[in-house]
């Protein structure tokens, strides 16, 4: 038990970087699972993450199903509400999103997801959800119906995930949003990480290796990525271990 997020502290400790790959199961085809899988398993990749903005009822666990018959990596829910909670998987991103002020988002979601929860066995691991704007409407923004925080007020993002770690939160996430124009600018990932003891996670918009190692660089410990590869299965060849 407790073993994902006690991989990832240990991870950073040894100064390792983490490669999420993000699928997304409204825009998944399930017969491409171990096609796909396949090529996740020689990459750089280290977890594969599960989830999206909107997604249809049942359809996580099936796709989590299909994707354990060919893969040994930890599967994490990055869930965009509590209907996508499955104890097929082996760890929960147990969101808040603290850049926005909407309460069902920062505490609603999460007191319906209790009882679901009780019944699992899920590893919880609490995380600081921060959306960064980046020139377009993303679709957390629309479904969540909160305003990301602006990219130039840079001391703003690091008091809000900082404020998160003061809460308790295990995990902060910086989001520029699914197929973000542009990533997490540098600059912020390196001053937010400056002041954060709990690892960071980075995600959206990241499609070039170039870039994969400037947000490494700059303090990333894990990125996420996925719009890259449902739009170019051939990335992968870019990040093989
Ligand atoms: C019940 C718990 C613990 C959490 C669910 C409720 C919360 C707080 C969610 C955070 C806000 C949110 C809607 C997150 C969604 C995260 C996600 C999987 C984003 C990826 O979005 P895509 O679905 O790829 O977007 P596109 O549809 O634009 O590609
Ligand atoms: O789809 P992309 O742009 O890679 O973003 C990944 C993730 O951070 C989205 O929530
Ligand atoms: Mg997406």
Same mark, same amino acid.
């Given at each position: 038990m407790k073993a994902i997020y006690t991989n990832i502290l240990q991870a950073v400790s040894n100064g390792e970087k983490l490669l999420a790959i993000l699928i997304d199961p409204d825009k998944f085809?399930?017969?491409n699972t171990q096609n796909f899988i396949d090529k996740i398993e020689k990459s750089i990749a280290t977890h594969i993450f599960i989830g999206g903005s909107t997604v249809d009822d049942f359809v996580t666990e099936t796709l989590i199903s299909e994707i354990k018959k060919f893969s040994q990596l930890p599967i994490v829910l990055f869930p965009? @509400?509590?209907? +996508?909670?499955?104890? +097929?998987? @082996?760890?929960? *991103?147990? *969101?808040? *999103?603290?850049?926005?002020?909407n309460p069902e988002y920062l505490i609603g979601k999460q007191v319906k997801a209790v009882s679901k929860l009780r019944q699992m066995n899920l590893e919880i691991i609490s995380t600081g959800y921060v959306l960064i704007e980046n020139g377009k409407k993303t679709a957390v923004q629309r479904v969540t119906e909160t305003k990301p925080l602006s990219r130039t007020h840079i001391q703003n993002i690091v008091d809000t995930a900082k404020a998160g770690e003061l809460l308790g939160m295990k995990l902060i996430y910086l989001e520029a949003?699914?197929?973000?124009?542009?990533?997490?600018p540098l600059d912020i990932i390196s001053k937010v990480k400056s002041e954060l003891t709990v690892p960071l996670i980075v995600g959206g918009g990241i499609k070039t290796k170039e870039q994969l190692e400037d947000a490494y660089n700059a303090g990333a410990d894990l990125v996420v990525i996925g719009t890259a590869f449902e739009n170019d299965e051939s990335f992968f060849e870019e990040l093989k271990s």
């Amino acid at each position: 038990m407790k073993a994902i997020y006690t991989n990832i502290l240990q991870a950073v400790s040894n100064g390792e970087k983490l490669l999420a790959i993000l699928i997304d199961p409204d825009k998944f085809l399930l017969n491409n699972t171990q096609n796909f899988i396949d090529k996740i398993e020689k990459s750089i990749a280290t977890h594969i993450f599960i989830g999206g903005s909107t997604v249809d009822d049942f359809v996580t666990e099936t796709l989590i199903s299909e994707i354990k018959k060919f893969s040994q990596l930890p599967i994490v829910l990055f869930p965009g @509400d509590v209907s +996508q909670i499955t104890n +097929q998987a @082996d760890a929960l *991103l147990f *969101l808040s *999103l603290i850049s926005g002020r909407n309460p069902e988002y920062l505490i609603g979601k999460q007191v319906k997801a209790v009882s679901k929860l009780r019944q699992m066995n899920l590893e919880i691991i609490s995380t600081g959800y921060v959306l960064i704007e980046n020139g377009k409407k993303t679709a957390v923004q629309r479904v969540t119906e909160t305003k990301p925080l602006s990219r130039t007020h840079i001391q703003n993002i690091v008091d809000t995930a900082k404020a998160g770690e003061l809460l308790g939160m295990k995990l902060i996430y910086l989001e520029a949003g699914s197929g973000a124009l542009h990533p997490i600018p540098l600059d912020i990932i390196s001053k937010v990480k400056s002041e954060l003891t709990v690892p960071l996670i980075v995600g959206g918009g990241i499609k070039t290796k170039e870039q994969l190692e400037d947000a490494y660089n700059a303090g990333a410990d894990l990125v996420v990525i996925g719009t890259a590869f449902e739009n170019d299965e051939s990335f992968f060849e870019e990040l093989k271990s």
